[in-house]
């Protein structure tokens, strides 16, 4: 089940994807299943037009496939797609430090080490390298303040999320994820672009051009 949503401010069609999204990556509803917008409609106590728009959007990024009359299922992740993903991750990632790097000073750049040393403390405590990934991609996202990033990261994160979580990548155990963003963090205090670029194609494995 899906629990019920309360109402805020923020787009109510984006609550109820999220909220869709987060139940498809943690299994509540896996690959496969058949899902009715009425049904998800009571479960998140709505009406059926916000959970329509955000099958809509959740079906732009591939998580729900449908064909006209016949079914809106979950999709399955191929092995192909979730590498593909990977790949992409990594070029993002480099992207946004180099925008942020760019535009940051040495104060800011001060500020986000603080910011990565928040991520490291909570995977030193034993936090998921899943979530650890997901709130540095967050904060790299912040830290390019680029309109356009942010106006597309909403997306892209869903779908990163839910394509890599099938897939292994390395540094998966915490203290080694932590031992990497160490350096990205003192890459980043240097405001070293190029450095960056390194740890993070390592965290992807993605090689050198």
């Known amino acids: 089940m899906i629990e019920t ?3 805020t401010p923020v787009r109510l069609s984006d609550m109820v994807a999220e909220r869709i999204a987060a139940a498809i990556m943690d299994g509540r509803l896996p690959a ?3 899902v009715r917008d009425h049904d998800l409609a009571e479960q998140l106590g709505v009406s059926r037009m916000p959970v329509r728009e955000a099958l809509q959007r959740l079906q732009r990024v591939g998580l729900i496939e449908t ?10 992740v191929s092995p192909r797609i979730a590498h593909a993903t990977r790949q992409f991750s990594g070029h993002y990632m480099i992207s946004l430090v180099r925008i942020a790097l760019a535009r940051m000073d040495r104060t800011a750049r001060l500020e986000s080490s603080h910011a990565i040393d928040a991520i490291i403390t909570r995977l030193d405590a034993g936090g998921g390298t899943g979530a650890a990934r997901r709130e540095l991609q967050s904060l790299l996202v912040d830290l390019a303040d680029n309109a356009f990033v942010s106006t597309m990261s909403g997306d892209i994160g869903i779908a ?3 394509n890599l979580g099938v897939i292994p990548l390395p540094f998966d155990g915490p203290g080694e994820l932590a031992e990497s963003y160490r350096e ?5 205090l240097e405001g070293d672009a190029d450095a960056g670029e390194r740890i993070i194609r390592a965290q992807f494995d993605i090689a050198d051009e």
Request: charged share 35%; proline share 0%.
């Open 184 to 188: 990205l963090r003192d890459a980043m």
């Open 32 to 34: 496969g299943s058949r």
């Open 5 to 7: 949503l309360e109402i």
């Open 67 to 76: 064909a006209a009359s016949r079914y809106t299922r979950v999709t399955e």
């Open 160 to 162: 990163i999320q839910r």
